[in-house]
């Protein structure tokens, strides 16, 4: 499923590959020569210069700008440019870039590593499925989260309002919970609520409250919560001790985003149409 930010808009290197692909037949047999080079070397191209290119390729150093220039790309300057900028946004390492890490930090990736894999082999569970199921089918859901992680409740309710309609993010403390002062009947809604050690006392309080009003409660929290089983069965516990300053929220970000590409993958709602009214209005808005 493509639908997201990333397939939003290409990056420029994107839509350069793109434009040489789709013209590469057209170009005079010297040109074609470059094309090809560049399409079957961009991992290792940065370490290139023009001079190189065209004596790989077999041509005059002259026929690599111009063969850029057919393209839109100013010359290898601005070629280099458009690679920086694409392994920036990817996370992606340029091969000069590369380092060995010490063994300390080796480790600590590997529990970083171990946090993600074990949030994947829950994707099954009993819990996830519980969770999925009451995003997928709610009236209306509240995501919240305070102290350190008011921010990732913030965040996923804006991922979730692309995934499914009616998604808000519940600020207790700011609202006074009025949005919860005359709760539907008939079609029950559910909060997701984010909580990790200092454990929030509001974070109880809601999820209590929440059922209380016939609320469905989805609870993302850590691996030592000791509150929300006794209060729902839709609890993802994720792994935070990897050996930081402070607990990790590597788990915690990747459990959210399943959430959120599971109720878009499985939800009853059009993904495809809101995607192109939220870009339509995001044009207008010239967001992007």
């Not at 005079?28 to 080079?37: D, F, G, I, S, T």
């Not at 991992?43 to 057919?70: N, W």
């Not at 440019?81 to 390492?93: C, F, I």
Request: proline share 4%; aromatic share 8%; glycine share 6%.
């Amino acid at each position: 499923m493509s639908q997201g930010f990333a397939s939003y808009s290409n990056s420029p290197l994107d839509e350069f590959v793109r434009k040489i692909e789709e013209g590469l037949t057209d170009l005079p047999r010297q040109e074609a020569k470059v094309a090809q080079y560049f399409l079957l070397n961009l991992h290792s191209i940065s370490f290139e210069t023009g001079k190189s290119i065209a004596e790989k390729a077999g041509v005059a150093e002259i026929t690599v700008g111009r063969m850029l220039r057919r393209f839109d790309c100013a010359g290898m300057k601005d070629f280099k440019a458009m690679l920086r900028h694409r392994y920036s946004v990817t996370g992606e390492s340029l091969p000069e870039e590369g380092a060995e890490l010490t063994p300390d930090w080796q480790d600590q990736m590997s529990a970083e590593l171990l946090s993600v894999r074990t949030v994947y082999s829950k994707m099954n569970s009993p819990a996830f499925k519980a969770a999925e199921a009451r995003l997928t089918t709610a009236s209306e859901v509240y995501v919240t989260g305070f102290q350190t992680v008011r921010g990732l409740a913030e965040d996923m309710a804006r991922r979730l309002a692309l995934a499914r309609p009616r998604v808000r993010f519940l600020s207790g403390h700011d609202s006074m919970m009025s949005e919860w002062l005359d709760p539907e009947e008939g079609a029950p809604g559910c909060v997701v609520i984010i909580d990790v050690i200092p454990y929030a006392a509001e974070s109880e309080v809601i999820a209590r409250l929440a059922r209380e009003q016939g609320r469905s409660v989805v609870v993302v929290t850590d691996e030592y919560c000791h509150w929300a089983h006794e209060i729902t069965d839709a609890v993802i516990n994720v792994p935070s001790k990897t050996g930081l300053f402070l607990e990790s929220i590597i788990g915690l970000n990747a459990a959210l985003s399943l959430l959120v590409h599971a109720t878009a993958t499985n939800g009853p709602w059009d993904v495809s149409t809101r995607m192109r009214d939220w870009r339509r209005m995001s044009h207008k808005m010239k967001l992007f």
